[in-house]
T-cell receptor
């Protein structure tokens, strides 16, 4: 069955630390890839997306992600996190059907 | 441009009751998807509607149903509520844009959700 794995369920970092959140999916065909963020008390917002082309995509608020097709991965990165990045992050894959498959999320806490 | 609107924001029901949730998509969006969000489970896909037709369905029991109207507004219904149905129900709308390779460039925009508590 198609699935998305986010291996880090909880991450705690200090401000200015670098961030990398893992996302792996199981589907061999063409995919659209997404990272969404849910700040406390707010609705899900799109951070960045990959449809095709350059596998390194840049999103809002200094986030970027790299699509590595051979590893079925789409990891999220940020070189220097801020306290305001405290949120839950969801990786999502659209594997050619009309539905999205979401990971279980990673809760990031950034300490000031 | 108004975002995705979900009503009501909060609901409290008792076991055995039924509930209807509503979603108004972004103007011009014809695809509406529904998700159930619970702690530790992430977002579980319920179903997706496009032009009043259900295009895809997740692995939920038949107690969960939905529909879409001609103005793209969608409703989701849960009958015979169980305690385990307590969750945040999210609606997402999207504007299908077909890319050069065929897979539609579909970005979903989410509403704030309806928090359902079943007692």
């Amino acid at each position: 069955a198609q699935s998305v794995s986010q291996h880090n369920h909880h991450v705690i970092l200090s401000e200015a630390a670098s961030l990398e959140l893992g996302c792996n999916y199981s589907y061999g065909g063409t995919v659209n890839l997404f990272w969404y963020v849910q700040y406390p008390g707010q609705h899900l917002q799109l951070l960045l997306k990959y449809f095709s082309g350059d596998p390194l995509v840049k999103g809002i608020k200094g986030f970027e992600a790299e699509f590595i097709k051979s590893k079925f991965s789409f990891n999220l990165r940020k070189p220097s996190v801020q306290w305001s990045d405290t949120a839950e992050y969801f990786c999502a894959v659209r594997p050619g059907t009309y539905k999205y498959i979401f990971g279980t999320g990673t809760r990031l806490k950034v300490l000031a | 441009k108004a975002g995705v609107t979900q009503t009501p924001r909060y609901l409290i029901k008792t076991r055995g009751q039924q509930v209807t949730l509503s979603c108004s998509p972004i103007s011009g969006h014809r695809s509406v998807s529904w998700y159930q969000q619970t702690p530790g489970q992430g977002l579980q896909f319920l179903f997706e509607y496009f032009s009043e037709t259900q295009r895809n369905k997740g692995n939920f029991p038949g107690r969960f149903s939905g529909r879409q109207f001609s103005n793209s507004r969608s409703e989701m219904n849960v009958s015979t509520l169980e305690l385990g149905d307590s969750a945040l129900y999210l609606c997402a709308s999207s504007l299908e844009v077909t890319g050069p390779i065929g897979l539609a460039k579909n970005i979903q925009y989410f509403g704030a959700g309806t928090r359902l508590s079943v007692l």
